[in-house]
């Protein structure tokens, strides 16, 4: 096709410890005064799905030595992650990530 360039897309899903999600989607009840909707109880979801995601990226190759790469990745946070209070009130369950760099390769 083109060889210059390098393509690639792939989908995936992400799983979590209940220690992940508890780290990183929880809410301990000493927090739970900043969500009213959880009444001074604490949010602690379990382990499994985190979330399903689809991933593009593209490698320019400028010389032998030199390339270009781009990325941008799509995820949706699914089950304990998604209904979590710091998702629900003041993030998003659908999260997108784009990336570039300049890379040099030694032959």
Do not use: C, K
Not at 22 to 41: C, K, M, N, Q
Not at 44 to 56: A, Q, S, V
Not at 70 to 87: C, E, F, H, K, Y
Request: aromatic share 12%; charged share 10%; hydrophobic share 40%.
């Amino acid at each position: 096709m083109l060889p210059w360039l390098t393509a690639s897309a792939s989908a995936g899903v992400g799983f979590g410890t209940a220690g992940f999600q508890s780290t990183y989607f929880g809410v301990s009840s000493e927090d739970s005064h900043l969500f009213p909707s959880l009444a001074g109880r604490s949010y602690e979801p379990g382990g499994g799905l985190t979330d399903i995601r689809l991933l593009l990226g593209g490698l320019v190759h400028l010389s032998q030595s030199w390339h270009v790469v781009v990325g941008a990745r799509w995820q949706r946070l699914v089950g304990g992650a998604a209904d979590s209070p710091l998702v629900r009130v003041r993030g998003n369950a659908t999260q997108w990530m784009l990336g570039s760099g300049l890379v040099y390769t030694w032959r």
